[in-house]
C-alpha cells in the first residue's frame, strides 16, 4: 500500500473514530510506514490521529515522524492547562496571595 492511500485510509478512520481499525493499520504496516503516511497532513491531522492510540503505540510512531513536523505539533500537544498554571507555586497564585 502506498503512502497516499494509507493516508487517505487513516483520514477515513480518523473521522469514523475507529480505534480499532486504526491500530490494525498500525500493526498491518508498521511504524515507519504509518508515520510516512501521516507525515503527508497538517500537524492537526497527525495529532488527531495519535490521540487515539495508547501511548505506547503513540510514542512508537512519533519516533519516526519528521523532526520539523514533530516541532510544528508541539503548540497543539503541549499546551499548559489552567490547573497546571494555578498551581500554589505559580506566579499567578503567588501574585494573587501578595495582593
Known amino acids: 500500500m502506498s503512502c497516499k492511500t494509507l493516508y487517505i485510509t487513516l483520514r477515513?478512520?480518523?473521522?469514523?473514530?475507529?480505534?480499532?481499525?486504526?491500530?490494525?493499520?498500525?500493526?498491518?504496516?508498521?511504524?515507519?510506514?504509518f508515520a510516512r503516511s501521516l507525515a503527508l497532513?497538517?500537524?492537526?491531522?497527525?495529532?488527531?490521529?495519535?490521540?487515539?492510540?495508547?501511548i505506547s503505540e503513540r510514542i512508537s510512531v512519533l519516533r519516526h515522524l519528521p523532526y520539523p513536523l514533530r516541532d510544528a505539533m508541539k503548540p497543539?500537544?503541549?499546551?499548559?492547562?489552567?490547573r497546571l498554571r494555578m498551581q500554589p507555586w505559580s506566579p499567578d497564585v503567588l501574585?494573587?496571595?501578595s495582593a
Open 41 to 54: 497532513g497538517s500537524p492537526r491531522v497527525v495529532a488527531d490521529v495519535l490521540s487515539l492510540l495508547p
Open 95 to 97: 501574585a494573587l496571595r
Open 12 to 33: 477515513r478512520l480518523m473521522g469514523t473514530r475507529d480505534v480499532t481499525a486504526l491500530r490494525s493499520q498500525l500493526w498491518v504496516h508498521g511504524p515507519v510506514l
Open 76 to 82: 497543539l500537544c503541549i499546551g499548559g492547562s489552567q
